[in-house]
Nanobody, 122 residues
Framework: QVQLVESGGGLVQAGGSLRLSCATSGLTFSNHAMNWFRQAPGKEREFVGAINRDGSITRYADSVKGRFTISRDNAKNTVYLQMNSLKPEDSAVYYC???????????????WGKGTLVTVSS
């Protein structure tokens, strides 16, 4: 059974940082690109960033470029999202997902975690 479990969310002040983790099991981790999406109340799930299978290529949404960094540890079957200079508009539930290739389309993600809540206060 494939499981993706996000952690590291919480409440932070604007300008602060958080590091999200997504631990996976039951998945051949190194065969999957990994993605982060987020969803704020009343909004569609939106792409945050993605990393390819060996970590050599990353992609980011324009809204987070330069502030967020994705990395992965294939030995630990875990993907990370380092979030710096957080803004109130970054508040959302953050989801990690596994896909066959890099994608910014949530419909192309095969496996999802349940999400972790990030709240950025002004």
């Amino acid at each position: 059974q494939v499981q993706l479990v996000e952690s590291g969310g919480g409440l932070v002040q604007a300008g602060g940082s958080l590091r999200l983790s997504c631990a996976t099991s039951g998945l051949t981790f190194s065969n999957h690109a990994m993605n982060w999406f987020r969803q704020a109340p009343g909004k569609e799930r939106e792409f945050v960033g993605a990393i390819n299978r060996d970590g050599s290529i990353t992609r980011y949404a324009d809204s987070v470029k330069g502030r967020f960094t994705i990395s992965r540890d294939n030995a630990k079957n875990t993907v990370y999202l380092q979030m710096n200079s957080l803004k109130p508009e970054d508040s959302a539930v953050y989801y990690c997902g596994g896909s066959g290739s890099l994608t910014s389309n949530f419909r192309a993600v095969s496996y999802w975690g349940k999400g972790t809540l990030v709240t950025v206060s002004s």
